[in-house]
């Protein structure tokens, strides 16, 4: 039997799922069944969820958290997070608290700048072509005017454009390099839409347009984040020293790309939080995090960390294109309520907002790791969750909480323990 179809987009939704159901699945039944229980009963929000995309069959819920507590510039502000990790929203809620009474995160905007390219392969002499794009330059400029009237209206718009000789890395090639001011969108069908005017504009019988794309990769579009406390008001005892290891991790990290994947993991579980939940491009955010990560040739940690004159400063500089406008930004209700939320936030504040939310999350991993290490935490959560399908009483619960406090936790362990209890009630 043939899986294959012609035609399955043209089908209505349960037709699709019919299809797909019969096919695909043993008991169709219950497939169905799983996907109508995630459609809304609101018909409308069904329908906006459905045109989202192509094919829709359901919904795919994320949850919905809030991190408070975040001093960010002197302004408070509670966090939205899509997340479905557990530990992350709660890490993040603590390392706000803790920083909030040591003066907050401080956020800086480096640059703004982001970057599109028309790839093209030309044959000829490179002058006659540096020649042809200096008298054309003014001319691209002015096919771009009907894409870019609203957005230099706002101040944004093409901030320039220049011909890049490519072919020592590859024969032939060149690109116009355009770089862009988006203001508050994240600009992607603005600068496609430009790039492509240029492209037809400047095409010749002997220039063979490849391509004409936005660049993910925004080393200029760039935000740091920082939080800094004389070091005795680090940690309770032991300050210079934990200090000290926590500095270390973090120079592992530079050192060693294992090691900075999986810290700089630890700063996108807070970052694609907030890029989730305010309806943002988290693969784009993703892609250009970690080539930025890799600028010099090697991964490395995005984040570090000093103590100098008794103060320990910790910081990142992380590049995040985003935009509160266009986008599923406002046509999303809950990335709208997030925006809300967050008091309806430049791109620029919603950069600085959400590189404050990384170093949280980062801050929080690294803390654990030098100290307790992380499985504590995770693991009463996990102890949490499965007293939860337990039937225990509040008793019960207390007595299991404090009984597994320094014992190895499994869910065997926890379910025999609390029969033992049981049977002796
Ligand atoms: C887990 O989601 C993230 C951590 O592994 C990050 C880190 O190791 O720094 C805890």
Redesign the pocket.
């Known amino acids: 039997m043939s899986r294959i179809i012609a035609g399955f987009s043209k089908m209505s939704k349960q037709e699709k799922i019919d299809w797909l159901t019969d096919n695909f699945f043993e008991n169709s039944i219950i497939a169905k069944e799983t996907l109508q229980q995630y459609w809304s009963d609101d018909r409308v929000l069904q329908e906006l969820h459905d045109d989202f995309i192509e094919n829709t069959l359901s919904n795919f819920y994320m949850p919905y958290g809030v991190a408070p507590n975040f001093i960010i510039n002197g302004k408070d502000y509670a966090i939205p997070m899509v997340v479905e ?1 557990s530990s992350v929203v709660a890490a993040a809620s603590l390392v706000a608290k803790f920083w909030s009474s040591r003066g907050g995160f401080k956020t800086t905007i480096i640059s703004t700048t982001k970057v599109g390219q028309v790839h093209f392969m030309y044959k000829g002499d490179a002058k006659g072509l540096q020649f042809y794009f200096d008298k054309m330059k003014s001319q691209l400029l002015r096919v771009t005017e009907p894409i870019t009237k609203n957005m230099r209206i706002r101040g944004g718009g093409i901030i320039d454009l220049e011909l890049r000789n490519k072919t020592k890395e590859l024969a032939n090639y060149y690109q116009i390099h355009v770089t862009f001011d988006t203001k508050d969108s994240m600009g992607a069908n603005f600068i496609n839409s430009c790039l492509e005017a240029i492209a037809n504009e400047f095409e010749r019988p002997d220039i063979e347009i490849v391509m004409s794309i936005l660049s993910n990769y925004v080393p200029e579009c760039l935000v740091r984040a920082e939080v800094s406390c004389p070091v005795n008001d680090l940690y309770e005892n032991d300050a210079a020293l934990l200090a000290q290891k926590f500095i270390q991790a973090l120079q592992i990290a530079n050192a060693e790309p294992h090691r900075a994947v ?2 700089n ?2 700063i996108m ?1 807070g970052v694609d939080a907030v890029v989730l939940a305010t309806g943002n491009d988290f693969r784009a955010v993703e892609a250009g995090v970690h080539a930025f990560a890799a600028r010099d040739g090697q991964y490395r940690s995005l984040s570090h960390a000093e103590i100098k004159d008794g103060v320990f400063k910790f910081w990142m500089d992380i590049p995040l294109s985003l935009g509160t406008v266009g986008g599923l930004t406002k046509l999303h209700p809950l990335a709208k309520l997030s925006l809300e939320l967050l008091q309806n936030p430049s791109a620029e504040d919603l950069m600085q907002i959400t590189a404050a939310a990384g170093l949280a999350q ?1 801050f929080a ?2 803390r654990a ?1 030098t100290t307790t290490g ?1 499985q504590k935490g995770h693991m009463k959560l996990h102890l949490t969750n499965i007293i939860k399908q337990l039937d225990a009483t509040e008793n019960e619960k207390a007595f299991l909480i404090q009984y597994f406090e320094n014992k190895t936790i499994t869910h065997n362990a926890v379910v025999e323990k609390y029969k033992e209890m049981r049977a002796f009630d």
């Open positions: 990790e999986t810290n993991k630890g579980n980062n991993a690294i790791l992380i």
